[in-house]
Every structure is written in structure tokens, then in C-alpha cells.
């Protein structure tokens, strides 16, 4: 390939973000994995580039404003400017709100909200000068409300605000964002969520199943096949959209 787009994963060293920075591999595009942990991260890597892909692994918390300015300046000298973002690290912390403490609603606000910004104005000034970009966002099905995550569905919810402005203000350069808006999707994520409700993965699983139309839970590689789709090149006229991939419609 003459020229390889290249593409930053955040929140890549497992589950949805993995799926998807191996997906956008296969795609083509050389990826670059960004999580807290920089083992993890590099380890993710190295697992794209035994399949042949061409992958970097590195560790920045996206929610730290200079840590994310060094990873982004880190991957532009390392493997070119990124024109592809999927702003994907994300964390929980439920609670009732009456039991909800200040920490845990700044924390996740932080990773989802702040991270995506921090990340995105970093990178969309490689996206203008190459008159090229996708955005992807993980937005979730949250957004539309769901108990004991008022800081979740907040985050949530305003990154799909968020990706409706990013489609405004850099379409003119060529650049889409668009955000996915996953339902039940069987990761570390949701393990810990059974756990935490005091219920087996298994058991949460199957009741999830019980209730979506396609009768079973969502995997990272059905997020994937999303993404992969909003990176295309042919999919340069839609944007501002929120996708719910949830196995049925949600309203
Ligand atoms: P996960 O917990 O398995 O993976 C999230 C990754 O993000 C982890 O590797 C974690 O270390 C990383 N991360 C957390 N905070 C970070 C930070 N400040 N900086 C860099 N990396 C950070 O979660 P999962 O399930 O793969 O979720 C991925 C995204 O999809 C999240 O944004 C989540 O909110 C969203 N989502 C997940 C759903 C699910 O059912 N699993 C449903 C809807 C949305």
C-alpha cells in the first residue's frame, strides 16, 4: 500500500478497543493502542503485528492533558499522523445517586467526557492538514438513561453532543465523526458489572439475552464491524450519527 492510514485506538489493550484496533488491522491501517497500562498496551500490539499488521503500543491516561499531547506527538514520530480516532477507553463507576460519590462522578466524566476532548483536539489538527479524518466515539445505550449510572449516561450522552459538534466543525476539512452506541456487550466491563450486582457472568448473560431481539449479547467484534464501517473511505457523507448496535432498536 502506497500510503497506510494510520489510526489510534484509546482503551485498546482489551476488549471493544482490542476488537477494534485488530478489525481496523485487517482494514489496513497501522494502529496505535492506547491504555493506562503500557504493558497491556504493548502486548495488544504485539498481538496485531504477529497477524502482519503494523501496531504500537503505548501508555496514556487520555484523560491527562500533556500525557495525551506526548502520546499523540509519540505516534505521529513513531508510525505518521493519525487521520483515524476511536475514542473507545472508557470506565464505571455506578452507584445510585443518593450513594453516588463526588469522585466517582468526576472520574468518569473524566475518562469519557474530558479524554475524548483532550484526544480529538490533539489529533484533529493531523486530520485538517491531511483534509482526511474519522471520529468514532463510544457512546452506549446508557445514554438514554439506566439506573445507577447518572455520571455513565451523563458521559455518555454528552459524547453524542459532542460527535453531532465534531461533524460540524470539521466537515468542511473532510472529516466525519460518528458514534457507536453499544447494548450488552460481553467484556471485562460487564463481567465486572455481574459481580458487582452479585450475580454470575453466565447468568447476567443469559438474562440480557432473554431481553434483546436477536436473542444474545453483543460481542467487541460487533462493535468492530461498526467502526470499520464509519472508517471508510466511501463512508465520507455520513456523519453526526449515533449507530446503536444493541441486537435491536432502543428508544
Ligand atoms: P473494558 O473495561 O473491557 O476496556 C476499557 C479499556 O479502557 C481498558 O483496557 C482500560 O484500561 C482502558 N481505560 C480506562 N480508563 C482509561 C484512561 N483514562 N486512559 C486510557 N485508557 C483507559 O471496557 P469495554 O467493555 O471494552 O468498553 C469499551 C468502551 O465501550 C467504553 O467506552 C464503554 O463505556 C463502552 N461501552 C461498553 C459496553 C459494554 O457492554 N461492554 C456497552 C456500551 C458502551
Do not use: C
Not at 484523560?63 to 472508557?90: C, F, H, M, S
Request: aromatic letters at 6%; a negative charge.
Amino acid at each position: 500500500m502506497s500510503h497506510q492510514r494510520v489510526a489510534i485506538v484509546t482503551g485498546a489493550a482489551r476488549g471493544i478497543g482490542e476488537a477494534i484496533a485488530r478489525r481496523l488491522s485487517r482494514d489496513g491501517l497501522a494502529v496505535a493502542v492506547i491504555d493506562l497500562d503500557e504493558n497491556s498496551a504493548v502486548s495488544a500490539a504485539e498481538l496485531i503485528n504477529a497477524e502482519g499488521g503494523r501496531a504500537i503500543g503505548l501508555a496514556a491516561d487520555v484523560a491527562v492533558e500533556a500525557t495525551v499531547e506526548k502520546a499523540v506527538a509519540e505516534i505521529v514520530e513513531r508510525v505518521g499522523a493519525p487521520t483515524v480516532l476511536v475514542n473507545n477507553a472508557g470506565i464505571l463507576r455506578d452507584n445510585l445517586l443518593f450513594k453516588m460519590s463526588t469522585t466517582e462522578w468526576d472520574s468518569v466524566i473524566d475518562v469519557h467526557l474530558r479524554g475524548a476532548f483532550l484526544m480529538t483536539r490533539a489529533v484533529q489538527t493531523h486530520m485538517v492538514e491531511a483534509r482526511f479524518g474519522r471520529i468514532v466515539n463510544l457512546s452506549s445505550s446508557s445514554a438514554l438513561g439506566n439506573r445507577g449510572q447518572a455520571n455513565y449516561a451523563a458521559a455518555k450522552a454528552g459524547l453524542q453532543g459532542f460527535t453531532k459538534t465534531l461533524a460540524l466543525e470539521l466537515g468542511p476539512f473532510g472529516i466525519t465523526a460518528n458514534a457507536i452506541a453499544p447494548g450488552f456487550i460481553a467484556t471485562a466491563m460487564t463481567e465486572a458489572t455481574a459481580e458487582r450486582i452479585g450475580t454470575t457472568f453466565e447468568e447476567l448473560k443469559a438474562k440480557g439475552a432473554a431481553s434483546i431481539p436477536v436473542r444474545r449479547v453483543g460481542e467487541p467484534d460487533d462493535v468492530a464491524a461498526a467502526a470499520s464501517f464509519f472508517i471508510r473511505e466511501e463512508a465520507s457523507f455520513i456523519s453526526g450519527q449515533v449507530l446503536y448496535v444493541a441486537g435491536g432498536p432502543l428508544n
